[in-house]
């Protein structure tokens, strides 16, 4: 274990991700501007044109073409990059398809930002939460730190054999991405001995030409290929944590894998959440903790795959269980409350209460999450909107 | 505090919504004022005009007009204009966008809606760059420019905007910068007249983004590049129309094609009278 590393660096999330970028010797980067995600490939190009970073840049006419290009670039075995938001990652979402089932380790940043209509470009993760059922893989940040360190652990993750997908790395709109924090900027060549350069096996090869796209019928490998990228999903899971766990031995930072429990040990009730909602949340459960009362907080740090066997091992001896989602699934609940009641199902009669809270960039504060603790204690299961106001 | 009349143009403007959100010696809003001046001139009822828009500082044109408009998303304005004008053809459409918008994420659409020559008439603000995001470079962006994802200098070339619209079958093209007001005018008024796919670039001025970065310490030195490069030429070569900053080669303005051929609903309409008579 290495001994504990000072900050050296104080940078916003937008700032740290494109270091992450450069320090993972990415070779090809292609974006298109859409605020809050700009100054990532901003801060990129500068770095490319002062040749801090040896790469190719180019900015596209659209975060399609954006993830087109980085499709093809990963595909001839440059470890590639790009960042987008909100509507640029809707844009993409075709694309986001064909990387995944190409089997294409990109890494991408996403600054979590609110749909229109109306205009709004504050954070919400209704964004990244519709693209869950693409085949990436999905990682939530709490800190400018953690959004560093996730590209790092993000290239490791993806392009290892046994996973062997892409990964998308999660900020909130402006509370990370524009908010300037202490930082550890690790030193390349430590990076360099964590992650070694991209080996792509079926990159094109002018020496072993292969066709690719294809086709395939109802009978053909379509489905069996379908299942392989289920099955590499779900065991990427040891992958996350084997990847996680080398991070601390090298770097000294410790992120606990699919999700982080926080005084969890002796909980009764606690409250699940992700992104720097869990930062207020944990705020909150110190405040409550001081007051005698027995609540933890678990943090959703990898959507997917989902950590469904961590959550129901972690909440099954609970009281009851509050789950927080900055998004909506539009006639059914928040997409993490129905992952952990199915998680739950046939494991744990545990209430389960479902909060939607701070759409748009609304504020989540103390006194919501202190409601939303007492809900949780008198053992409410419903679906509950947080701090909405009457009419408006 | 001085208590006025009001303003001359109250009526179209959605003077409750001021001041507007584009920044001092910005050239968006001048285009504002020669678009409702046309309308004025035009005579169109204000109930049937709607303006679209896409994203970006322009885009935000439309919300301070006193009339319908829709804000739509990055680069589906004129998609969202096609729609609305096959569905009720009476309405007049204006379609104020960006560069950006209209050539860069919407680029595939533009192509088409002069093509089927909608009855659109379509105002592309020019500002040479993302204003809205912070300034980065585009299809529009002269080569050579320095922008924030430019720093050493745009290695793309430029579209030419007037040429490719003519190319891709506009029934009406024009070219005037934002220094240019009322020749503006004028073709916004005209345009209004025409049947078919109008378009009009207007060149703009953006002080903080492209301006600072090109060697234009404010608006008014910008627009001083206008007033001492720019040729009018309606008979221009468009060929040649395309834009630098070099000082080199004036930059062509004018009212430069106008050839009416029929649009997608004359041809619709003929086609239905014709099965009709058919059956
Ligand atoms: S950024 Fe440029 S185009 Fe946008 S409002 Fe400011 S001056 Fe105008």
């Known amino acids: 274990m290495q001994a504990v590393q000072k900050y050296n660096a104080i940078m916003t999330g937008n700032e740290a991700v494109a270091f992450g970028a450069k320090l993972a010797r990415v070779g090809f980067i292609s974006a298109y501007p859409i605020t809050p995600q700009t100054t990532i490939v901003e801060k990129l190009a500068e770095m490319v044109a002062n040749r801090e970073i040896s790469a190719h840049y180019v900015e596209v006419e659209s975060e399609h073409s954006a993830m087109a290009a980085v499709f093809a670039s990963e595909l001839v075995g440059v470890r590639s990059y790009t960042a987008t938001s909100s509507h640029g990652l809707l844009y993409m979402h075709e694309m986001l398809h064909w990387t995944a089932g190409q089997r294409l380790p990109v890494v991408m940043s996403v600054v979590n930002r609110a749909l229109g209509p109306p205009w709004n470009i504050w954070t919400e993760q209704t964004d990244s939460m519709n693209q869950k059922e693409t085949g990436w893989l999905q990682v939530y940040c709490e800190s400018n730190q953690e959004a560093l360190d996730s590209i790092l652990m993000g290239y490791k993750i993806a392009e290892s054999p046994d996973v062997l997908l892409p990964l998308m790395s999660m900020e909130d709109a402006f509370i990370l991405s524009h908010t300037s924090e202490p930082v550890i900027l690790p030193d390349q060549d430590q990076v360099d001995s964590f992650l070694p350069p991209l080996n792509l096996s079926f990159r094109v090869d002018l020496k072993n030409p292969m066709g690719y796209g294809s086709y395939s019928t109802p009978d053909g490998p379509y489905m069996e290929l379908r299942k392989d990228m289920m099955d590499s999903l779900r065991n990427s899971r040891k992958v996350i944590s084997k990847v996680t766990k080398e991070f601390g031995e090298t770097f000294g930072r410790n992120y606990s894998g699919l999700i982080e429990k926080f005084m969890m040990e002796d909980a009764e009730y606690a409250i699940i959440a992700s992104g720097t909602l869990a930062s207020t949340g944990k705020y909150v459960v110190s405040k409550l903790r001081q007051e005698g009362k027995k609540v933890g907080l678990i943090r959703v740090r990898f959507f997917r795959p989902f950590p469904d066997l961590e959550i129901a091992e972690a909440v099954t001896d609970l009281k009851g269980v509050g789950v927080i989602d900055r998004s909506t699934s539009y006639g059914s609940a928040g997409p993490t409350a129905l992952e952990v009641r199915s998680a739950l199902y046939g494991k744990s009669e545990i209430p389960v209460a479902a909060f939607i809270a701070g759409l748009g960039g609304r504020d989540v504060k103390v006194e919501d999450f202190e409601k939303m603790f007492q809900y949780v204690e008198q053992g409410k299961t419903g679906n509950f909107y947080i701090n909405v106001k009457e009419a408006c | ?279």
């Open chain 2, 1 to 279: 505090m001085i208590q006025g009349k009001g303003h001359p143009k109250d009526a179209f403007l959605r003077s409750e919504r001021l001041p507007h959100i584009w920044c001092p010696g910005c050239g968006i809003g001048i285009v504002l004022n020669a678009y409702l001046n046309a309308l004025a001139l035009s005579g169109i009822p204000r109930e049937e005009v709607v303006l679209i828009s896409g994203i970006g500082c322009t885009a935000r044109l439309p919300g301070y007009a006193n009339a319908d408009s829709y804000h739509t998303t990055h680069g589906r304005s004129i998609a969202f204009a096609t729609g609305m004008k096959i569905a009720n053809p009476k309405l007049h459409i204006s379609l104020i966008s960006g560069d950006g918008d209209l050539f860069n994420i919407g680029g595939n659409h533009i192509m088409h809606a002069a093509r089927r020559n909608i009855d659109l008439n379509v105002i592309c603000v020019n500002n040479f760059n993302y204003g809205m995001t912070g300034g980065q470079h585009g299809s529009t962006t002269p080569a050579g420019s320095v922008t924030a994802s430019s720093p050493y200098g745009n290695l793309e070339q430029s579209f030419n905007l007037p040429y490719m619209m003519k190319a891709m079958g506009a029934s009406y093209v024009s070219r005037w910068t934002a220094l240019h007001v009322r020749q503006l005018t004028r073709s916004i008024a005209k345009s209004f007249t025409v049947r078919g796919f109008s378009f009009i670039e207007v060149l703009s001025v953006c002080p903080p983004n492209f301006g600072k970065d090109n060697g234009f310490a404010d608006a008014y030195a910008q627009m001083q590049y206008f007033r001492e490069h720019c040729e009018i030429d309606n008979n221009a070569d468009l060929h040649n129309a395309g834009v630098t900053f070099s000082g080199d080669r004036p930059i062509i303005l004018g009212d430069f094609y106008h050839k009416t051929r029929p649009t997608f609903h004359d041809i619709e309409r003929e086609i239905i009278e014709r099965v009709r008579v058919d059956r």
